[in-house]
């Protein structure tokens, strides 16, 4: 069962994101440094530190965080960083990002420098490299917004609009809109100061609402993100000795689990079911945000309710073939082309597989899917909650993970056997996880492209190496709430969806069918 890692490194990006660095005399770029301690439901967790430059004539922008937060007993760890080149003039040269989540760091580079940007990953010592068009929307690098911001503020806007970059989140630029609120005295670790209330959005996170109070020189003192009720991430401006300071990590994974309106009996049993999933103003939220795909079908009955219907026995309507090679791709987090991911892969097949693979437009491959899903699941041999979010390459080696290592090995399996994968990142149910009983926690598990006549139609088949039910492998508890491809960069935009939901979701049981 996922833990809202991926999704708690995601709030922090934007944290990071919506964190302008502004100096007295933004064109000159004297040095700038800042420390914040990172709080979760009220608890250190963490900190982070931020820094612009100048070094060899060029601008540039440090960041870094650790958090450390507990699921049960463990301990996770997760370390974030990036580094941003530009010139003088404020256009772009390079950036570098690591993100670790599990024993090794994910790294990401782009060089803007080519009529195309170059993309190269890195993953537990694999390198995948792919060539993208520049977004054809102007953008502010972080030295440039920096700039613009302080003039913005500076002049008393009320309402500051600029688009930029984040390289953890992929190349898409983000839009942030801050709405200039009331003034008054913050007081942060026994330091009064005189800030402004900020109310920022970013389009990459609809539904979300950071709150920020700046000092006069637009530094923030204070931000926060609301992440469910009774819980929101806080980050305190502070010196280096406290940022640092020893902390015990807060414990997240029960605080996560959503309690429906009544249990399920023999929920891996269960083929079908109808489930209402309410929350204040949620169409206009997350719109058509939840996927109707796999055995998942979904309506709105009001602008607060959808209703979601789980039915093993009927996949979505079959749509057109899926041409997007995305699904194809290796990437960082689902390298194929790694020698130990082949070799999983290779050893789930027999000789007919072999043959099948190599014939144009593979008739049924739900059988080679589910061997493939079969021995994921008895590759990874350590089944804990110790890992964060570890690649395909990482977990094919370590053999060790809960449901995120599952998904993303199997995604990888399936490409490498020409099959069209991705993730899905939803709830499932559990009769007892984590000292609760009857709950629905956050789960990741995969879809693979399946043409049951080998023809132009098609449909996702739901597949889950972790938890697997006893109806075809799978069970009607299953709630997709985002699908990704895992493309370089892009994975944790995928997930933003998710966000609203935090909020104070509830679940309604409507109706229930299981299996013989």
Excluded at 237 to 244: G, R, T, Y
Aim: hydrophobic fraction near 40%.
């Amino acid at each position: 069962m996922q833990k809202r890692v991926s999704t708690f490194v995601t709030l922090l990006v934007l944290l990071s994101l919506s964190l302008p660095c502004v100096s007295d005399d933004a064109k000159a770029f004297e040095p700038y440094e800042a420390w914040y301690v990172l709080k979760l439901g009220g608890q250190k967790a963490g900190h982070m530190h931020a820094a612009l430059k100048l070094e060899d004539g060029k601008i540039v922008n440090e960041t870094a965080m650790i958090l450390a937060i507990k699921r049960g007993e463990t301990e996770l760890r997760i370390e974030q960083s990036s580094r941003f080149v530009e010139t003088t003039d404020y256009e772009p040269l390079s950036v570098k990002s690591a993100m670790k989540l599990a024993l090794m760091a994910t790294e990401q580079e782009i060089d803007f420098t080519g009529d195309q940007w170059t993309v190269t990953a890195k993953n537990a010592g694999q390198q995948t490299q792919t060539k993208v068009d520049p977004p054809d929307v102007d953008w502010l690098t972080p030295g440039g917004m920096a700039a613009y911001l302080k003039e913005a503020i500076d002049k008393g806007d009320k309402e500051i609009s600029v688009t930029t970059l984040d390289p953890s989140m992929g190349t898409t630029p983000v839009t942030i809109k801050m709405t200039r609120g009331e003034t008054k005295d913050i007081e942060v670790f026994g330091r009064v100061t005189p800030a402004t209330l900020w109310t920022t959005t970013l389009t990459n996170a609809p539904g979300i609402e950071i709150q920020q109070w700046t000092d006069d020189t637009g530094q923030p003192v204070k931000q926060m993100i609301p992440l469910m009720p009774g819980m929101e991430i806080e980050m305190l401006l502070a010196d280096k000795d406290l940022a640092l300071a020893e902390f015990d990590a807060p414990e997240m994974l029960a605080a996560s689990f959503i309690k429906p309106d009544k249990p399920i009996k023999n929920p891996r049993k269960l083929k079908r079911a109808v489930f209402d999933v309410t929350l204040e103003d949620l169409k206009e939220k997350i719109g058509d945000g939840i996927p109707n795909a796999g055995f998942q079908k979904t309506e709105w009955v009001d602008n607060d309710t959808l209703r979601i219907e789980i039915d093993l026995s009927k996949p979505a309507t079959p749509i057109g073939t899926d041409n997007d090679v995305a699904y194809l791709n290796a990437t960082s987090m689902l390298n194929f082309k790694d020698k130990k991911v082949k070799e999983v892969m290779r050893s789930a097949l027999k000789e007919q597989d072999f043959i099948l693979l190599g014939e144009k437009g593979l008739r049924n491959a739900t059988p080679l899917a589910e061997s493939l899903r079969n021995k994921v699941r008895t590759h990874i041999e350590a089944k804990d909650l110790s890992v964060g979010f570890a690649s395909a390459s990482e977990t094919a080696r370590t053999k060790q993970g809960d449901c995120t290592e599952h998904a993303c090995l199997l995604a990888a399996v399936l490409r490498g056997a020409g099959i069209p994968s991705r993730t899905v990142t939803g709830l499932v149910y559990a009769d007892q996880f984590a000292g609760e009983r009857g709950i629905f926690g956050f789960h990741m598990w995969t879809q693979a492209w399946i043409r049951p006549d080998g023809g132009d139609k098609g449909y996702w088949l739901d597949l889950d190496a972790a938890m697997p039910g006893q109806v075809d492998g799978f069970d009607a508890t299953h709630i997709a709430l985002s699908t990704s491809a895992m493309k370089d960069g892009e994975s944790f935009n995928e997930m933003v969806t998710l966000l609203p939901l935090m909020q104070g979701m509830e679940i309604k049981i409507v109706e229930t069918e299981w299996a013989e």
